[in-house]
């Protein structure tokens, strides 16, 4: 899914980043981040140049060290492009990208994941990094998939709890790679998983009620997914007028 250059070591707890871009969109780069929160220092900050929000004054040690880190990595790729403007948040605290940029920021566990695009490349990037937790999927799966979309993943070969995990992994972000174009948050039954290739690692998505008049119901997106050990990153670039 991903065509990474070689692994660089971070600074303090982020003990290797790399970056890259998508294997079948290389307009859209990619920078991946691990780190040890439990090694966080809040003046790791200032030594990186990277804005710390008011907002995370009182926050705990792995928000802050999520924060940063996902932060980190936008400034990586944004330099690429001789960029050194800050990602801050809007109020509804999404990323507030510079200006002629979009993309998406997750984490989950100890890493985190940044896609990013020129706005002039008209895609839209989503992207979602989630942990296994088995027992919370089976738990959990009414609230974000219906009978039918039960159904057809019980049909796939992977497991159902992984199956699972894709298909919310998914549809977060879709979400994600929406809402600068809707303007508002979708629940989980506003698409339906219509295709599922553990082979290749592509799905698709399709929406069960209309966005927008670009987004009817019925529109097709197709996605990337794959597996790393117990964590999935899934991603979405659908290619947009602006």
């Not at 991903?2 to 307009?27: A, Y």
């Not at 924060?67 to 990323?95: E, I, K, W």
């Not at 629940?187 to 799905?203: P, T, V």
């Amino acid at each position: 899914m991903f065509d990474f250059m070689p692994s660089q070591p971070g600074p303090g707890f982020i003990h290797q980043f790399r970056c890259g871009t998508l294997s079948h969109c290389p307009e859209i780069t990619v920078c991946q981040a691990f780190f040890d929160t439990s090694l966080w220092q809040d003046d790791l900050y200032s030594a990186a140049g990277i804005v710390f929000p008011a907002t995370l004054v009182n926050a705990a040690r792995k928000r802050k060290a999520e924060y940063f880190a996902g932060r980190f990595c936008c400034q990586q790729l944004l330099a690429n492009y001789g960029v050194h403007t800050a990602v801050l948040s809007h109020q509804d605290r999404s990323p507030a990208w510079p200006a002629g940029f979009c993309g998406s920021i997750s984490h989950t566990q100890n890493q985190a994941v940044v896609l990013l695009a020129p706005i002039h490349s008209g895609f839209s990037p989503g992207v979602d990094a989630e942990t296994l937790a088995s027992r919370i999927m089976r738990e959990t799966a009414d609230m974000f998939t219906s009978p039918e979309e039960q159904t057809r993943l019980k049909q796939s070969p992977l497991d159902w709890e992984q199956a699972l995990l894709v298909t919310f992994s998914a549809k977060e972000a879709l979400f994600k790679s929406l809402y600068p174009l809707v303007k508002r948050y979708l629940d989980f039954d506003c698409a339906q998983i219509s295709e599922l290739d553990a082979g290749q690692g592509r799905l698709a998505l399709t929406l069960t009620q209309p966005l927008s008049a670009a987004f009817p119901a019925g529109y097709h997106f197709h996605g990337e997914w794959q597996f790393a050990g117990d964590v999935v990153t899934t991603c979405f670039y659908p290619q947009v007028s602006r």
